[in-house]
């Protein structure tokens, strides 16, 4: 870029491209390389593995930090902390788990989040499409220029490669996946390795069997670049790696240009300001002497994702007017971000260092301080959502001629408002000192804390609920596998692991008996506890909530429904449909002073489709049909994004239960079903009724689930 000498990264040998990824103890568990100014792309199963978990475990790692190595021009090697930001998980072509046993599978991708210099990392290798019969090369995760394998590309699908080593040289093996496939021809990079087939073995064994010349030799596979752009483009996380140089016309670069005219109006003040900025920046300034000409300083800040909040760090104090005007004229391109270095630096070390509970609860805090928030990006990590928050305009409560609160700093005081004295402080100091270098007044920010603190006030007055969440898989006839999790407040904690036993009924009742009698009720709440049901869509009629536990020793019968409230979720449908996820939110908020919609005779899906989908004030449905056309309906409604859906598994008493409900609050509903089947129990002929409520509470959190079995020995 002319004065500015941003980093670069491989030039002549393009092993310097593979980012080293080690496990524990210190071994390379794979590779990965440089996406972004401060992302690195390497497969999940490699993140899996350097934190010792399942190969294949789908659910998102969380905020646990792995160790990367990335080597720049010199083939020098730096070490940093890294964390996932987007979370691409393994998963068979159905869509569930892989099993045991399969060689294939789609997803396996993850983006970390590298604690890096100001500067960024060193360039990554320009991307291409992969095509049949390329020649590729792969690396080993320790970069070692030895250890490179010649592979040929045949039959790539849109989802996968396959890729035939040479008959000499090294195989590829263990420690190769997450790797870049360069392309000598195309200079570039087109794919990623992600597995290799072994030669088989004795199934009774273990042990290799005898060569045969039939055996499969020398063969892996990988994903194409084409593929890596379809699962990564939609979460934004590309914008960033495909930087360019502007177009001359282009009217954020014009702008920008005049204003680096007007604020420097001197060479030697251009070379001062440049050379501030470099330093800003972590990138290394030109000459001494020679300032880089308006055109070149404005296309720094136009490719350097946050060149143009330091610039206008730098030019608040003594020029506010220039600071204004660079931040309008940046905000007419994408590509300049809203912290500066040592802001993101700071933010995200405060991050690091906050509490899990507080942490745990970061989604809820965006979905409080930005109500009407089309809906979360493709992931709910704290990494995921700042590089959302970040990309959002302010809010729309300004004064005339006052700058806009961003959406990040009214998030960041949500969170504050959550954390415990001193780290408040901190937080508070931090939105402060972004708050002055945009420009907005002390007042706007100070009414978006007040906010925040309300918040806060209203959801400790409106005390959690201790939950217990099962989820529930089917397993064969009448047999069922569990996970459990319990949640007191500070979000789900996983009791529950074991994921290959199955259980009757009677034995899955047991189960979670077992789990909600080693609870503990919070002083003064004599609530019980909810307990949710989490399933797919083929589960909702399930009846969990007849499952009794009968043991000859216990003197009274343990049903699930009778002794507890006892609601099913549907997260699958939520997430399939993921446009109406804001309408979910803005229901779940309007939950008591909310519509209740009667379905009372069969509807086809599109009918309900057009008289839910934009009636936002209808926060629950009651569905009094027969089970026909009952299911559709139910399904349409969940992924319409309606909280609170009742209607009767059964055949005969689905109007009884739809009258006794109908005189239920909304918040109340849980205790309501477990009331009625309390009277069921004991007077089937007066309530013959068989409720079942979906229940979806968009204060309270998830697990990440995959709703067949997920593997945890793959």
């Given at each position: ?9 491989g ?57 990367v ?19 691409i ?31 960024g ?7 291409a ?28 699908d ?89 177009d001359?016309?282009?009217?954020a ?53 946050r ?13 506010p ?31 690091r ?29 704290a ?20 700058r ?16 415990p ?41 409106r ?100 002794e ?10 939520l ?128 697990p ?11």
């Open positions: 870029m002319g004065w500015f000498h941003v980093a670069h990264g030039a002549g040998d393009p092993s310097r491209y593979v980012v080293t990824v080690r496990g524990g103890d210190g071994k390379a568990v794979g590779a990965g390389f440089v996406l972004g100014t401060d992302t690195v792309l390497t497969c999940a199963h490699v993140v899996n593995a350097a934190l010792d978990r399942p190969l294949l475990e789908p659910r998102t790692p969380g905020p646990e930090e792995i160790v190595e990335v080597r720049d021009d010199a083939a020098t090697s730096g070490g940093y902390y890294a964390r996932v930001a987007h979370w998980a393994p998963r068979a072509r159905g869509g569930g788990p892989v099993k045991p046993g399969d060689d294939e599978w789609l997803g396996d991708l993850a983006v970390l989040r590298v604690d890096g210099s100001p500067g990392l060193p360039a990554g290798p320009r991307p499409a992969m095509t049949a019969g390329q020649e590729v090369q792969a690396w080993h995760g320790t970069g070692e220029a030895a250890t490179f394998a010649r592979l040929t590309v045949h039959g790539p849109g989802f996968r490669a396959y890729l035939d080593g040479a008959a000499t040289g090294m195989a590829v093996g263990p420690g190769y996946s997450g790797g870049p496939l360069w392309c000598p021809g195309e200079q570039a990079v087109v794919g990623l390795v992600v597995a290799h087939f072994m030669p088989p073995r004795n199934a009774a064994t273990g042990a290799p069997l005898a060569y045969s010349p039939q055996h499969l030799a020398r063969r892996s596979w990988g994903v194409p670049w084409q593929r890596v752009e379809a699962e990564l483009g939609p979460l934004g996380v590309l914008d960033d790696a495909a930087a360019t140089l502007p001359p016309e282009d009217p670069f014009l702008l920008l240009t005049e204003a680096i005219e007007d604020a420097f109006p001197s060479a030697s003040g251009r070379v001062t300001g440049a050379k501030r900025l470099a330093r800003a920046c972590g990138v290394t300034p030109g000459s001494d002497v020679t300032p880089p000409t308006p055109e070149e300083f404005a296309a720094f800040l136009l490719t350097h994702p060149a143009l909040a330091a610039l206008s760090g730098n030019l608040r104090r003594d020029a007017r220039d600071a204004d005007r660079v931040l309008a004229a940046g905000g007419l391109s994408r590509t300049p971000r809203l912290l500066s270095p040592q802001e993101h630096t700071a933010l995200r070390g405060h991050l260092a906050m509490e899990p509970d507080v942490l745990a609860r970061f989604p809820e805090a965006v979905r409080a301080a930005l109500p009407h928030l089309a809906a979360l990006p493709g992931g709910d990590t990494e995921a959502l700042l590089d959302h928050l970040e990309t959002l305009p302010g809010d729309g409560r300004a004064g005339s001629g006052e806009r609160v961003p959406a990040l700093l009214r998030v960041m005081e949500y969170v504050g408002a959550l954390c004295g001193a780290r408040r402080a901190e937080l508070r100091l931090w939105a402060d000192g972004v708050a002055a270098r945009l420009g907005i007044a002390r007042a706007a920010l100070g009414e978006r804390r007040s906010d925040a603190h309300q918040w806060v006030r209203s959801v400790r007055a005390t959690a609920r201790v939950r217990v969440l099962v989820q529930v898989t089917r397993a064969g006839q009448g047999r069922h596998r569990l996970r459990i999790w319990c949640d007191e407040g500070a979000g789900p904690r996983q009791v529950s692991t074991d994921s290959v036993r199955s259980y009757s009924a009677a034995e899955a009742a047991r189960e979670v008996l077992r789990v909600l009698d080693s609870l503990t009720p919070p002083a003064g709440d004599e609530r019980p506890p909810l307990v949710e049901v989490l399933v797919d869509r083929s589960g909702l009629n399930l009846p969990v909530d007849e499952w009794t536990a009968r043991d000859p020793e216990e003197l009274v019968p343990g049903v699930l429904g009778v507890f409230p006892l609601v099913v979720h549907c997260p699958e449908l997430r399939r449909h993921g446009r109406f996820t804001s309408h979910w939110r803005s229901r779940w908020n309007r939950l008591d002073s909310g519509k209740t919609f009667v379905v009372s005779e069969a509807m086809d899906r599109e009918t309900i489709y057009s008289r839910l989908v934009n009636q936002l004030d209808t926060v629950r449905v009651c569905v009094d049909v027969p089970p026909g056309p009952r299911d559709g309906i139910v399904q349409t409604c969940l992924a319409l994004g309606i909280p609170v859906v009742v209607w009767d598994r059964g055949r005969d008493g689905a109007a009884h239960a739809v009258r006794y409900m109908a005189e239920v609050a909304t918040r109340e509903m849980p205790d309501g079903v477990r009331d009625y089947r309390a009277h069921a129990k004991a007077s089937p002929p007066d309530y013959p009724g068989r409720p079942v409520l979906a229940w979806a509470d968009a204060d309270r959190t998830v990440r689930l995959h709703l067949t079995e997920p593997q945890e020995s793959a």
